[in-house]
């Protein structure tokens, strides 16, 4: 059975739009395939160094499009940006960089999409195939480039892929033989413009599925496109194994994973192993460590407020200093600020201080506008007494003071460890996290 489509479609000239990680990637693969490459960025910043193309950085020229016969685009360039409305016009095809990594690698592929948890079951996922001993690779949206796998990955491993909205735009071939969906709530509605609209771009994941595949959805949901087999979970199923991983929607997670991997066909022994002593990825419930018995828990990548909903249901009965902010996504923040019990503080940081502030504080919660990271970790410590938890879960992209999520919580890693007073002891002796982004 065939579930990718080969390369008989590429081009002899391709151009590659957005030169970050996966830009990188997209670029390489295709010059692998003897495809002539134009990369193009608008940052005329960007280290360019090392790329086999012709790369032209700045503003944009339609004049790259002289024979290219197909664009591919990184996540972060949306759909209406220049150089892929320019292609649209003129007839050449675009295509994501999942979408050509699909046509490139002859893999079965296990995929993850859903609004929070699918960095997690995508990394436990590959924890639970290598504790039964199933080859795989991890890629996608966890932070390695799909088309990085072309010309490395044995074609016999599963691939096992996280896939945002934005990777799902221009996705016409992915035929996963087992598709999972965590959950789906509003996120990223300032670039999907409705929930609408975002939900029936998660859903397409499913729409080219048969019947010897399968569809691992959250009990009760409603129907998706395609024809796979329907396999539920919920948090409260019969695991093989309680996971170590902290947190009800964690347990959720762990059961969208488990039945994913008993449809691969691992044995439950080999789940229970994995469920038993994954610790959670980064920058997720991270606990970075405790000083004078002050829990600090980097949750850096919730990056919606459903997400920052968990982390704060994770630690209940602590009182919680919580720091939010950044560049918002076009959500409200009532149901978020009405999580908050008597006693919790937020300080409010970036681009969506002032919105968080106001839904904050008319739900009665103390909030201090602290503007930037190291300023809301230094008054969050310094209000914290023994047996609270300093919580970084901004509900908030990161790209108005930061690169990414992964940078604000290395950031924040760092103002923690140099808080007066921190030392070796300080520190957990493993990293304890979850996902949810």
């Given at each position: ?27 390489a693969?295709l ?149 999972v ?18 939900a ?40 093989p ?53 002050v ?33 918002g ?5 009532d ?53 609270d ?6 509900a ?42």
């Amino acid at each position: 059975m065939t579930y990718a489509s080969g390369v008989d479609a590429l081009p002899a000239r391709a151009l590659v739009v957005g030169l970050a990680r996966t830009g990188r990637a997209a670029t390489a693969a295709l010059r692998s395939r003897s495809v002539e490459v134009v990369a193009y960025d608008a940052d005329t910043a960007l280290d360019a160094a090392g790329l086999d193309a012709s790369v032209h950085l700045g503003a944009w020229d339609d004049a790259l499009l002289e024979g290219v016969g197909l664009l591919v685009k990184s996540p972060g360039v949306p759909a209406e940006a220049e150089p892929v409305a320019a292609a649209r016009a003129r007839g050449v095809p675009v295509v994501s960089e999942i979408e050509l990594g699909v046509r490139l690698l002859p893999n079965p592929f296990l995929a993850v999409t859903g609004t929070n948890g699918k960095t997690t079951t995508t990394a436990l996922l590959g924890a639970i195939l290598e504790a039964g001993a199933v080859p795989a690779e991890v890629a996608g949206n966890i932070g390695r480039a799909l088309t990085s796998l072309v010309g490395h990955a044995s074609p016999d491993a599963w691939v096992v892929c996280e896939v945002s909205s934005f990777q799902l735009e221009d996705v016409s071939t992915l035929r996963p033989r087992i598709a999972v969906l965590t959950n789906l709530e509003p996120d990223h509605l300032d670039r999907h413009g409705t929930f609408e609209r975002y939900a029936a771009i998660k859903l397409t994941l499913f729409e080219r599925q048969q019947e010897d595949d399968v569809a691992v959805l959250p009990r009760g949901f409603g129907p998706v496109p395609g024809t796979g087999r329907r396999v539920e979970f919920a948090a409260d199923d019969p695991l093989p194994a309680e996971p170590r991983i902290r947190g009800e929607h964690n347990r959720a997670n762990a059961a969208a994973a488990t039945a994913a991997a008993r449809a691969v066909g691992v044995p439950d022994e080999a789940i229970a192993r994995a469920l038993a002593s994954f610790p959670g990825v980064e920058h997720r419930i991270e606990e970075v460590g405790e000083l004078d018995g002050v829990l600090f828990v980097n949750d850096s990548k919730a990056t919606n407020a459903a997400a920052a909903l968990r982390a704060l249901a994770s630690f209940d009965g602590r009182r919680k200093h919580v720091i939010l902010g950044g560049r918002g996504k076009a959500e409200p923040y009532d149901g978020l600020a009405a999580a908050f019990v008597p006693g919790d503080r937020a300080y409010v940081i970036g681009e969506a201080s002032g919105a968080l502030g106001a839904s904050l504080g008319a739900a009665g919660v103390p909030v201090e506008q602290a503007g930037t990271l190291d300023r809301a970790v230094a008054l969050a410590a310094a209000a914290a007494a023994a047996g609270d938890v300093v919580l970084l879960s901004p509900a908030c992209a990161s790209f108005d003071q930061f690169t990414s999520f992964e940078h604000r919580g290395e950031e924040f890693r760092r103002l923690v460890q140099k808080l007066p007073g921190w030392g070796p002891n300080a520190l957990p002796t493993e990293v304890s996290s979850s996902s949810g982004s």
